[in-house]
């Protein structure tokens, strides 16, 4: 069976308002990674990357530049145990 690994990030800075979680959805896709993003009430983007270790922490990395139009300040990262999450979702 195929390792998988699940990472939770909160990305703060002007993350809303500049397709942050439609370019994360189509990062996750083709990286086939599933999991969620969202808007946070306080302006931050929260997200959940589950799957292939390699593909998850690309997408974490990705996390720290963001689609041309944000500016990313700060991501945290949290490892938790992977659920099994088969696609990924704009929430």
Known sequence: M????RRRVVVSGRVQGV??????????HAGGV????????????????????AAVAALVAWCGEGPSWA???RVDVR???PEG??????R
């Open 2 to 5: 195929q390792e998988r690994i």
């Open 19 to 28: 397709a942050f979680r439609a370019a994360a959805r189509a990062q996750a």
């Open 71 to 73: 500016r990313v300040d």
């Open 34 to 53: 599933a999991g969620w993003v969202r808007n946070l009430a306080d302006g931050r983007v929260e997200a959940v990357f589950e799957g292939d270790p």
């Open 85 to 90: 999450l088969a696609r990924f979702q704009v």
């Open 79 to 81: 490892d938790e145990v």
